[in-house]
């Protein structure tokens, strides 16, 4: 026999100067607080700890006659109610993401218990293009994790449907040619049937380009084609989740830009050009969002090694091994012990879409390790001048 048990929420100030740990057992882990905490532990204040020994397997009894348990759980709430550190804090716990939720299982083992903060993403419903591979892929991943649903519209039909079974029933995969406006309409529908309402728009999806070797030999063919995906595919993105959204007066529209539209000389221009017009798109459709209550953000990253610039580089230094040319796009960037992966992309992605981002529109959030807040000079070592 077996029943489960759960107090919401007690508004437990977590101290972050508390030196008091409490491990779970691996078996009642759940996703956890925030960084930089291991997720096998809680950072817990006396207060808490107290609370957590009440329930103890000798503060559950089972009622033979009834079949149910009864808790000490009235004396458990009068301690938490009795203090003033609980009560001034309340105001500062209101946030959803900040919750607490103590809960218990009772089952033939015993009495287990877990603690989770809820997650940012809880209930709502995204869309993100190019979600069958790489920055998209990993940002689907991050979205389900913590709570979402997740529609994967990509042109690549196998990768997406494979995706999606792997991420499992809060995803689906629908097929997008983001340069067709009826494809992502259809998309945009196909989430409003399936969920009733669209939270989030990633448009994510995006192609580069060969570099001619002078703007004189710029291909315009080629800008056309590249100019609509990054940009009017974009546009068509924000297009109809804002036709979705406004009648609800709430969303949230991101989108893939990067540090070569912020500077030049670090991409052919054609890729340049497209990735600043998504810049100047945001901020220009943010004025008339925030009148509907909806946010627009991008992200601009610096480069990520993946299965597409892997390519692209490739035919820059042909015949260099892969791990070289990952190793030789790492190396490029400016902070000293660290390296922009597509998970920092995700979770700049996560922010923006959570309602930790609920006052920040028409902003350009730069994963970048600082490369384009300075350029050092190159002056000779003092040594070194005659």
Not at 283 to 292: F, T
Not at 319 to 335: C, D, F, K, P, S
Not at 347 to 371: Q, R
Request: glycine share 8%.
């Amino acid at each position: 026999m077996s029943g489960e048990i759960t107090i919401v929420p007690f508004n437990i100030p977590l101290s972050p100067s508390s030196s008091s740990f409490c491990q779970l057992d691996g078996s009642a882990a759940a996703p956890f607080l925030s960084p930089p905490l291991p997720p096998t532990f809680v950072q817990l204040n006396p207060v808490l700890s107290t609370a957590s020994n009440l329930l103890s397997k000798n503060s559950v009894k089972k009622s033979h006659s009834s079949g149910s348990f009864t808790c000490f759980f009235e004396g458990l709430q009068k301690l938490l109610s009795s203090r003033t550190q609980i009560n001034s804090s309340r105001k500062m716990l209101k946030s959803r993401s900040r919750c607490i939720f103590l809960s218990g299982t009772l089952n033939s083992r015993g009495f287990d218990r877990r603690f989770s903060a809820q997650s940012k993403l809880e209930g709502k419903v995204a869309l993100i293009t190019g979600a069958a591979s790489g920055i998209g892929k990993e940002t689907a991943t991050r979205f389900i994790s913590q709570g979402a649903k997740v529609v994967i519209a990509d042109i690549q039909h196998q990768c997406g449907m494979d995706l999606a079974t792997e991420l499992g029933s809060n995803a689906s995969f629908f097929p997008c040619n983001v340069t067709k406006e009826y494809d992502i309409s259809n998309a945009v529908d196909y989430v409003v049937s399936k969920y009733r309402h669209l939270d989030i728009m990633y448009n994510n999806a995006g192609v580069a380009c060969h570099t001619p070797p002078s703007i004189i030999d710029l291909d315009l063919a080629m800008f056309d084609q590249v100019m609509a995906i990054n940009v009017r595919g974009i546009l068509a993105g924000i297009k109809h989740a804002s036709r979705v959204m406004i009648p609800r007066q709430s969303g949230s529209i991101l989108c893939t830009t990067s540090v070569t539209g912020l500077m030049g000389g670090l991409a052919p221009h054609t890729y340049s050009v497209s990735k600043s017009s998504v810049i100047g798109m945001v901020k220009s459709v943010a004025s008339e969002l925030c009148k509907h209550g909806i946010r627009i953000n991008c992200i601009s990253p610096f480069a990520i090694p993946t299965a597409f610039s892997i390519e692209d580089m490739s035919r820059f230094f042909p015949g260099v091994e892969t791990q070289r040319l990952i190793e030789m796009i790492h190396n490029a960037g400016a902070l000293k012990g660290a390296k922009c992966e597509p998970v920092d992309v995700a979770n700049a992605a996560l922010y923006l879409a959570s309602d930790d981002a609920k006052y920040v529109t028409g902003h350009n959030l730069v994963v970048d390790g600082g490369f384009t807040s300075f350029k050092a000079l190159e002056f000779p070592a003092p040594g070194q001048l005659q």
